[in-house]
């Protein structure tokens, strides 16, 4: 008997425990004996390190040891796992990028630790570095192998009634999350235990037991709580390393925390992007070209990425369409995926540049969408397992109330501020990975699943409880989910939205395999049990628990496109001599398949168009070129949004069923959230103003 | 952070006595100096914590108010006095930083404040000539949105960042200073130097001297004030411009003016050609645009910042205007 | 690229203390050059060693008495100790978060004496005497605040980081009066960051509970 539970707005189970300060996260173990260590970062952004003195570090009281190549052991670069750079720090001498972790003091106390790496004292001898992204664009390799094409783009393109041609800029922005990346590392004989502020624990796991040839049983990674992480804790970034190695030279647990300048240098960051966008279209409005086309930052100790012609193979039908995201490998940072990588900037450039083509058609631009709306998948040709684009632009229109705009720019005012509206689409593919589950249910009717997955907010413990609850027809608070360390079944890595689809489908999978088993024990068809039951049938059997697993794996051949689609509708307004862009309102529908609880989805879809509305209006990490070196690096002057910046938002969520997806029929709201919000602000800007801002963020000396 | 030996001192004696000591510094609020520890840019051997003293009283007295240089920022801001004869002062500290920093940290503190450029605090390996003195300027060439426009040098353009300092520029306030040798008072104006060859020596304030109280006067032009905030986001972030503004205006002129300029200047900026200007004329949108030019006409812009130069015109013309309500 | 000159710390400075001259000494010249003659650390006597200064005093350490959550707490601290890492690293107490360590994004923040303060731009020291109350001591045994069941219900928060600072903000807020409106709630709220982008929920927690007291 099912008692419903999936969707529900339950409270998060993990709320009590962040409400009263008791919620643990990676650097609050304390462990005995522990020490504490901090990083050394270089100063320069390519070279060589030529001497690093380390006397006065030594002098100062309370340090233990200072590390770096000069005396660290070596080990094997882990081929496996998740290490988001190629080389392994404290290797040798060479300097890649500024910030590079180059030694670590490691002290009794955080204050000797922190004294200590301030005394270390380095010398370089710096090489020419590549900084630039324009200046070295001619060395742009398609690394990523993201070319595609469909049709002949620019000879359609060429001969296209209506044309737009346009360069979109994204700048580099920093994930920053709260809660800084942390680790606390303990060695017992060649057992290591790890917290680590991870998304992607078994990948960790993977990673040093390879790294120290140990067998990845010795290797027990805990992530219980993570404060934020938007895909910068994803991999096994050098502090980890550099922690596990210092816990196993000086012999003692080891706490490392990042500090929030270092972690603008070495924990990732999206990176630059200069995109072309050239559409092409007939008088009707009909795309008869779409080239998509680019630059982005990498370096050469990182295989990232930003793949912003990806959402361009998806979402607007064309018979001709080619891409391609090269990258230009620079002396910076390691960039990584950011929340919605790869769609966040290329819609960014899409959205805007249909909205261009929007006026130059004079079509209102929900219809330009609706005209070029894609039936099925554009470059693959594949039916979409599940569409509601449609409906998401219908309910997003009529609430927002679209229908009473004036197309004409600078049209609209509220005494001095001009208003403007704009709206843009969004998309996000639905991915999934192999996950396994366990469940074990007691005799007193309580059941306990288990899945090594993470939860950085996104509500994954408590929608796997409420799966599991429905599933086998208990109340959810009789499910408690079990997850964040590497001794449960595997997760893979929570980022790209795929955590709902992939460890749903385990949870779902190990709920009706154990609800098969219980009822097997009295020849029941498993659908009759009911909460009950399970008492009463292990009572009977005179069995405490019974327990199941299951290995769940995404279809090898899938016959359809599956990815979720949206739409925002954003009302700025704009002082006309002091234009700071204010948000008035938002009103964003999404339809990514089923919704497994409504109140933690929309969080996350509020939290996705919060960041949106940051990397509009004011997120930008500044590189000094001269020293290769991010300059606002903190919290006061690189800005995310804060509480009086946000007001007005309202979500939409637009049922989908979804048969074809996976078992649950869940497409993922990790990122699809923040995707299509900067264009739709921008989109709004230039309805309210008449001036389209084509480098991001529209900050106020843009529309001066 | 560099080491250093903690002292709490409960008279004005002990602490100047303490304060006096090479590599000494006073601590309050400790907001900006403890990041600057942090930073390693603040390197005081010895650390004077002053919080026992009683100088956190606001009080009427002759001609004006004496606000009590450990008052904290919240209760200035919401003190019925300020509120009342000098409502930009409230405005200004209300505009400032969070609650929470404007709960700890003390007007004294406050005017002590230091920059926010990069390269001074986050930056350590870059040259500053403010943090090291000779070493050259990084911003000049370098990431200088932020950056001042007014009162800069060829060694320094870092912007002063404080609000209130702004606000008690324009009011004529008077800093009392207590030291080795005695009191002494300095007007608020002279107290913020310009960076010039310098800009290791940001105030008048001498080794060992402690400020006990910012006097304001009462003046109708301080009666009807008003600061306006110009920022990227909506709270909790530094001035991009700011103005703060008193008119005092009868019978359809304007007897008296005072302006102060901040965001855009090394020290907080008495805007005192824009007084000249506006002072015993008719309130106009004209008047007030060409007070905005006349101030600014010094202004230089260092590429990123060049934007501040019109922001600035137009914060000070919306600030006159709105305080003019409607006169002009 | 031409680097410009770099400033390097002062090798004399009056600052370093006095130190122990038994310590090794840990002097290397070129990279290149020593590489090969560096004898691994010896792993022993770092372990030795650590043990040895576990048990010493901390030569600069002084008495700082800390009342957090109506309990006295007399402990011996380096000077440098901000007041969030005396909570966080010496009593345990990990409700108020590290975020930024510079007073730009409020989780550290805590009540000293009634008043929401960041904690990590505040010495240990100058807390001496002060009545600290951190999220910890804000409920009772069981029960929690109408603030922070507000939290749950509105789902102020999404990975938790931020909460504590947000809550004791909150309560803060609500105290102070500063709930009149929505926009003078988000006002008074704004120096707590939440990077998951929960203030909707948190506005409308404060909502909810602003009328019972706390």
């Known amino acids: 008997m099912t008692i419903p539970i999936i969707g529900k707005p339950i409270d998060r189970v993990d709320g009590r425990p962040k409400v009263t300060g008791t919620a643990k996260y990676a650097a609050e173990h304390t462990l005995d004996n522990m020490a504490y260590g901090v990083l050394v970062m270089s100063t320069i952004p390519a070279g060589a390190i030529k001497s690093i003195d380390a006397t006065a570090a030594f002098k100062s009281p309370g340090v233990i040891d200072v590390i770096s190549h000069l005396n660290s052991p070596k080990f094997k670069v882990p081929k496996q796992g998740s290490l988001r750079e190629t080389f392994l720090p404290f290797t040798d001498a060479t300097i890649h990028y500024t910030g590079q972790r180059i030694a670590v003091v490691v002290a009794d106390t955080l204050e000797h630790a922190t004294r200590g790496a301030e005394l270390v004292k380095v010398t370089y001898d710096p090489a020419d570095a590549k900084v630039d992204m324009q200046k070295f664009r001619g060395d742009a390799t398609d690394r990523s192998k993201s070319k595609f094409a469909k049709g002949d783009a620019d000879a359609a393109f060429n001969a296209a009634p209506v044309k737009i041609d346009q360069i979109y800029r994204t700048p580099e922005e920093h994930h920053n999350p709260l809660e800084a990346h942390s680790i606390v590392a303990a060695w017992d004989g060649d057992h290591l235990t790890l917290y680590d502020s991870s998304q992607n624990i078994f990948g960790a796991q993977t990673a040093f037991a390879e790294m120290f040839g140990i067998p990845k049983e010795n290797v027990h990674v805990m992530s219980q709580f993570v404060g934020g992480a938007f895909g910068s804790k994803g991999g096994v970034w050098p502090h980890v390393v550099i922690g596990v190695i210092a816990a196993r030279e000086v012999k003692r647990p080891v706490k490392l925390v990042v500090t929030r300048k270092q972690l603008y240098f070495g924990n990732g960051h999206r990176p630059e992007t200069e995109q072309r966008v050239a559409l092409g279209a007939g008088a009707d409005g009909k795309l008869v070209a779409i080239i998509h086309e680019g630059l982005c930052q990498g370096n050469d100790v990182c295989t990232y990425a930003e793949r912003f012609v990806r959402p361009t193979q998806a979402i607007y039908a064309s018979d001709n369409i080619r891409g391609e995201n090269p990258i230009v490998s620079l002396n910076l940072p390691s960039p990584t995926y950011m929340r919605a990588p790869g769609e966040n900037p290329g819609m960014y450039a899409i959205e805007s540049a249909m909205d261009e083509l929007s006026y130059a058609l004079k079509i209102d631009p929900v219809q330009l969408r609706l005209i070029n709306h894609a039936d099925v998948n554009p470059t693959d040709g594949k039916p979409w397992s599940s569409k509601s684009l449609k409906e998401c632009y219908q309910q997003g229109a009529d609430r927002f109330g679209w229908s009473k705009r004036n197309a004409t720019p600078r049209s609209m005012r509220d005494g001095r501020n001009l208003i403007g509206w704009g709206m843009a689409s969004a998309t996000y593919p639905a991915h999934r990975s192999p996950a396994s589950a366990k469940a074990v249910v007691s005799k007193d009717g309580s059941v306990v699943v288990s899945c090594g997955s993470h939860e950085m907010g996104m509500g994954t413990a408590t929608v796997m409880a409420q799966l599991a609850a429905e599933t086998l027809g208990v109340p959810a608070a009789r499910v408690k989910f079990e997850y964040g360390d590497t001794t449960l079944p595997t997760a893979p890595i929570s980022a790209g939205s795929q955590t709902a689809a992939s460890v749903g489908s385990a949870v779902y999978g190990v709920a009706m395999e154990l609800k098969k088993k219980v009822a097997a024990l009295d020849n029941l068809d498993p659908s009759t049990l009911t909460a009950d039951s399970y008492h009463d049938t292990l009572s009977r059997h005179y069995l405490d628990s019974m327990d199941a697993r299951f290995d769940a794996k995404p279809e090898q051949d899938e016959k359809y496109s599956t990815q979720a689609f949206g739409a925002h509708f954003v009302e700025v307004a704009i002082d006309q001599d002091i234009p700071v862009v204010r948000i008035q309102r938002i009103v964003s529908a999404f339809a990514a398949g089923r919704v497994l609880n409504a109140k933690t989805a929309r969080s996350q879809y509020l939290g996705g168009i919060i960041q949106g509305v940051g990397m509009a209006l004011m997120e930008e990490t500044h590189l000094d070129k001269r020293f290769g070196s991010y300059v606002n690096v903190n919290f006061a002057e690189y800005l995310v949004p804060v509480n009086p910046d946000i007001r007005g938002l309202d979500i939409i969520m637009v049922e989908e069923r979804d048969e074809f997806v996976n078992p649950i029929g869940v497409k993922g709201i990790g990122e699809i959230g923040i995707v299509g919000v900067a264009p739709a602000i921008a989109n709004a800007v230039y309805h309210a103003t008449g001036k389209r801002v084509r480098d991001l963020p529209i900050t106020i000396e843009k529309l001066m | 952070m560099y080491p250093f030996d903690f002292t709490l001192v409960h008279d004005a004696a002990g602490a100047i006595k303490s304060g006096s000591r090479d590599a000494a510094k006073f601590i309050a609020g400790g907001t900006n100096l403890v990041d600057l520890m942090k930073c390693d840019v603040e390197r005081p051997a010895h650390i004077v914590d002053v919080n026992a003293l009683p100088l956190a009283t606001i009080e009427q007295v002759a001609g004006g108010v004496r606000i009590g240089a450990l008052a904290r920022m919240a209760d200035v801001a919401q003190h019925p006095i300020i509120l009342q004869n000098f409502p930009m002062v409230s405005q200004a500290l209300l505009e400032s930083a969070s609650p929470q920093i404007r709960n700890a940290a003390s007007i004294g503190g406050n005017l002590m404040q230091r920059t926010r450029c990069p390269y001074f605090r986050e930056l350590t390996w870059t040259p500053c000539n403010k943090r090291n003195p000779g070493s050259g300027c990084s911003a000049i060439e370098g990431e200088n949105r932020l950056h001042a426009i007014l009162g800069t040098s060829d060694a320094c353009i870092a912007t002063h960042p404080s609000d209130l300092a702004v606000s008690v520029a324009a009011l004529d306030a008077v800093i009392t200073l207590r030291g080795p040798n005695g009191e002494r008072q300095v007007a608020a104006t002279d107290f913020h130097l310009l960076p010039g060859s310098t800009p290791n020596i940001e105030h008048d304030l001498k080794h060992g001297e402690l400020i006990t109280s910012v006097f304001l006067p009462d003046a109708p032009h301080a009666r009807h004030s008003a600061y306006l905030k110009i920022r990227d986001r909506s709270a909790y972030e530094f001035a991009l411009t700011s103005a703060a503004v008193g008119l005092d205006i009868s019978g359809g002129t304007i007897q008296s003016a005072r302006v102060a300029l901040g965001g855009v200047g090394t020290k907080p900026w008495r805007a005192r050609n824009a007084e000249a200007i506006l002072t015993g004329q008719k309130p106009s949108p004209e008047l007030f645009r060409n007070a905005a030019e006349g101030e600014l006409t010094k202004s230089v812009s260092y590429g990123q910042n060049g934007f501040k130069i019109e922001l600035a015109k137009r914060t000070l013309v919306r600030a006159l205007t709105d305080l003019a309500g409607g006169a002009a | ?214």
């Open chain 3, 1 to 214: 690229m031409t680097l410009p000159p770099c400033y390097e710390p002062s090798d004399d400075d009056p600052h370093e203390q006095p130190t122990d001259p038994t310590r090794r000494r840990f002097l290397i010249g070129s990279a290149a050059a020593t590489a090969g003659l560096f004898v691994a650390p010896l792993m022993g006597e770092a372990a030795l060693k650590s043990a040895a200064q576990k048990s010493a005093a901390d030569p600069n350490a002084m008495p700082v008495a800390l009342n957090v959550n109506g309990k006295l707490h007399e402990l011996k601290l380096d000077p440098r100790t901000t007041l969030l890492d005396a909570l966080r690293e010496h009593l345990d107490i990990t409700g108020p978060k590290k975020g930024c360590d510079q007073g730009a994004c409020g989780a550290c923040t805590v009540l000293v004496d009634g008043r929401r303060i960041n904690s990590c731009i505040t010495l240990a020291a100058m807390n001496t005497g002060r009545k600290i109350t951190t999220i910890e001591g804000l409920a009772g045994d069981q029960r929690l605040l109408a603030i922070q069941a507000a939290f749950i219900r509105n789902d102020g928060f999404q990975c938790g980081y931020c909460t504590s600072g947000q809550i004791c903000s909150a309560v803060a807020v609500i105290r102070e009066g500063h709930t009149k409106s929505d926009e003078e709630i988000r006002q008074w709220m704004s120096g707590n960051i939440c990077r998951c982008g929960c203030y909707v929920g948190i506005v409308d927690a404060i909502k909810e509970a602003r009328n019972v007291s706390i």
